[in-house]
């Protein structure tokens, strides 16, 4: 079997370190790798694979040398830049952020959902947003059976999704606030400081932030557009009807989803139970009379999607409410491109 060559570009971001936990989990048949970052970061040492790796500075002359695979976690306008560089190198990015994911000629790719459209790739290959990642994971084998006619989400996104920004504005607001002060207090001091944010506009701490990336000229944020627009191209329907809102909370990670969905057909609940059950990448819980249901909690350094919470809803035809949560930063990221790395290793 061949040795490959990968670069993982952004190795010391909260992805790029994920990407090099998984890869060192998943025992691919890699034969080098070289840790790429900024300028900032370059020079910093990172123990991998048992070896301490020095990152170098990400450069237009970084892909020289050859290589099979990239893995990129550093930004829209890094990407833009040095993925296309990369490929003319005859090297095969997947790039994490939302740069090329509504490329026509970019697949979109979640492996349990459309292995298929890998070897569609021109040396691009996109990782659909966290958020849709683990939706259309339990969406699509769904839709495979029942059609789905239309999607209502409601998002519950931890601040790891924000990078380390985002935890910091977090372990501050934490930090900051005492325990042993009433809650009033709490919540009155809480409203009215927005000292020693890095990321967010409002503290996050003892809040439910309705604003995640910037609002478009149309009211919804840049994250909900992501979300439809990213969930029609994977299911290829694109006038798929669907409507979003998504909220940052004081969560570390692993986003929560609430999904209501109308279907085409009719359906047994015990059977659209069985059908998630069998499905690839999928749990189920789902024993609401033992309290057991998906929690970000239970969700950290698991690669898969847990759903519960399975109830059908009564106000409209043929529809259904889930409680979809997984690990952001693994499956929501970082998993989920090393999982392309080996499909296509396997092609």
Known sequence: MKNYKLAVVGATGVVGRTFLKVLEEKKLPISKYVLFASSKSAGKKVNFMGEEYIVQELTEHSFDEGFDFAVFSAGGDTSKKFSPIAASH???????????????????????????????????IANP?????????????????????????????????????????????IEHFSYNKNLMDIVSENNDSTENLTKFPHPIFNNCLPHIDVFLDNGYTKEEEKMINETRKILKNPDLKITATT??????????????????????LEDLKSTLKQS?????????SHNVYPLSSLANNHDEV???????????????????????????AASNAVQIVEKLIKL
């Open 90 to 124: 005859g090297c095969i990015v997947v790039d994490n952020s939302s740069a090329f994911r509504m490329d026509k000629d970019v697949p979109l790719v979640v492996p349990e959902v459309n292995p298929e459209e890998i070897k569609n790739n021109k040396g691009i």
């Open 306 to 332: 847990f759903v519960g919470r399975i109830r059908r809803d009564y106000s409209v035809d043929s529809g259904v409410n889930l409680w979809v949560v997984a690990d952001n930063i693994r499956k929501g």
């Open 247 to 268: 909220v940052r909370v004081p969560v570390f990670n692993s986003h929560s989803e609430a999904i209501n969905v109308q279907f085409e057909k009719d359906f047994d």
């Open 280 to 288: 690839p990448g999928i749990v189920v819980q789902d024993d609401v």
């Open 129 to 173: 947003n966290c958020s849709t990642i683990q939706a259309v994971v339990a969406l699509k084998p769904l839709d495979d059976k029942y059609k789905i006619k239309r999607i209502v989400y409601s998002t519950y996104q931890a601040v790891s999704g924000a990078g380390s920004k985002g935890i910091s504005d977090l372990e501050n607001g």
